[in-house]
């Protein structure tokens, strides 16, 4: 069963890998992490992102069926005009410049948008 984390907020990620850096992530940690990147949600937990919202319970489904030892950290870059912003630190310290953004920790492996919606390239993700 895939171990699931929910962050708000750069600063509350960014402690998170400090975290784990003293514990060791990627390829030799014990879990295998990926991180999602999304539109912060509304109080009925729904993202102003329309590609997040259709990729949510793609990635659901997807992580049920992950390998032992997963863990997905969503991470939640702020509301519209946050994410908007070109200072916002996810696009200044991370380089990203999309949502929904999935990424192997440590590893180069990513989706992007409308990929994070695709539930075969979502198993070729898990199974690297």
Known sequence: ????????????????????GNKGVGEGA????????????????KSWCPDCV???PVIEETFKHAPAGTRLVI??????HEWKNPECPFRTERK???????AKLGTEKVLREAECADPELLSMLLED
């Open 96 to 102: 990203l410049n999309c949502v929904p953004t999935l």
């Open 54 to 56: 259709k990729a949510e």
């Open 30 to 45: 014990k879990k295998t992490t990926f991180v999602l990147y999304t539109g912060s949600t509304d109080s009925e937990g």
């Open 1 to 20: 069963m895939t171990e699931k984390m929910k962050l708000k907020g750069y600063e509350s990620f960014a402690k998170f890998l400090e975290e784990e």
């Open 75 to 80: 991470v939640e870059v702020g509301e519209r």
